[in-house]
Nanobody, 122 residues
Framework: QVQLAESGGGLVQAGGSLRLSCSAS????????MGWFRQVPGKEREFVSA????????TYADSVKGRFTISRDNAKLRVYLQMNSLKPDDTAVYSC???????????????WGQGTQVTVSS
């Protein structure tokens, strides 16, 4: 089992950058693929990015490709989401999740953090 906690959200102007961090508890962090999802009230949770256990493979939603970068540090039990060139449409609650492999479907992830708010002003 793993517990997750996100940080790094906030208010930023369009074109700006934020770096989200997800810290994990438990020695099993390295055995999980990790994903980032986002959700706007009234809309379904949306896949953003995912990374394999080793960090060798990553995947991104088309809407963030080229602007966001996912990475992880298994020694520090952390996964990161570097977000550049932010747009107002990126405004959402961002959550990290742990699962058995990288999926773009939230249903395949077993553990979730509480989420952190990202607001991009125009």
């Amino acid at each position: 089992q793993v517990q997750l906690a996100e940080s790094g959200g906030g208010l930023v102007q369009a074109g700006g950058s934020l770096r989200l961090s997800c810290s994990a508890s438990g020695r099993t962090f390295g055995s999980y693929a990790m994903g980032w999802f986002r959700q706007v009230p009234g809309k379904e949770r949306e896949f953003v990015s995912a990374i394999t256990r080793s960090g060798v493979m990553t995947t991104y939603a088309d809407s963030v490709k080229g602007r966001f970068t996912i990475s992880r540090d298994n020694a520090k039990l952390r996964v990161y989401l570097q977000m550049n060139s932010l747009k107002p449409d990126d405004t959402a609650v961002y959550s990290c999740a742990a699962g058995s492999t990288i999926y773009n479907d939230a249903a395949h992830y077993d553990y979730w953090g509480q989420g952190t708010q990202v607001t991009v002003s125009s």
